[in-house]
């Protein structure tokens, strides 16, 4: 497991933007940050953790909740430790608690919640209309 920590979170207005940053500190298990898929959940307020996006250990094509595709972006910088969520044209509706995840050494990345098992300890996002 890794231990991340998530910041950036606020209170925004709707139509604004937000970065959200998640870094692993400490010593991971074995191998490099790179190694680990890393995913974002969020959590509004009375309801389940739901998947937001995520991003393969090794890069390529990230994979999006479909209802936030073309406002929310994923990256990463390996060399920072670090997992970006740029989200953009916020609505109250994005009210959550963001979570980021790290996944098994070298797993592929899945939306599946119960396949993460390295979980920051979130970052409040409130968005008013």
């Known amino acids: 497991q890794v231990h991340l920590v998530e910041s950036g979170g606020g209170l925004v207005q709707a139509g604004d933007s937000l970065r959200l940053s998640c870094t692993a500190t400490?010593?991971?298990?074995?191998?490099?940050?790179?190694?680990?898929?890393v995913a974002w959940f969020r959590q509004p307020p009375g309801k389940e953790r739901e998947f937001v996006a995520t991003?393969?250990?090794?890069?390529?094509?990230?994979l999006y909740a479909d209802s936030l595709k073309g406002r929310f972006l994923i990256s990463r910088d390996n060399a920072k430790n670090t997992v970006y969520l740029q989200m953009i044209n916020l609505k109250p509706e994005d009210t959550a608690a963001y979570y980021c995840?790290?996944?098994?050494?070298?797993?592929?990345?899945?939306?599946?919640?119960?396949?993460?098992?390295?979980w920051g300890q979130g970052t409040q996002v409130t968005v008013s209309s």
């Open positions: 995840a790290a996944g098994p050494r070298f797993m592929s990345m899945t939306m599946s919640r119960d396949a993460y098992d390295s």
């Open positions: 991003r393969n250990w090794w890069g390529g094509s990230p």
């Open positions: 400490g010593r991971t298990v074995s191998g490099t940050f790179s190694d680990y898929p």
